[in-house]
């Protein structure tokens, strides 16, 4: 029972682990700055 539980546990850590590095990854994608806040076109 113990050995499954902890299993079970670092799985689920696994899981979270990776769906939290690929929504990083998706959320700062440097590409899609441009898009959302295009660069002045003049200085001031």
Known sequence: ???????GFSV???I???F???Y???GLD???SVTVD???SEKF
């Open 1 to 7: 029972m113990f050995i499954t539980t902890v299993l």
């Open 24 to 26: 990083l990854q998706v």
């Open 38 to 40: 295009p660069k002045p």
């Open 12 to 14: 689920v850590l696994l």
């Open 30 to 32: 440097t590409k899609s």
């Open 20 to 22: 939290f590095i690929h």
């Open 16 to 18: 979270a682990t990776a």
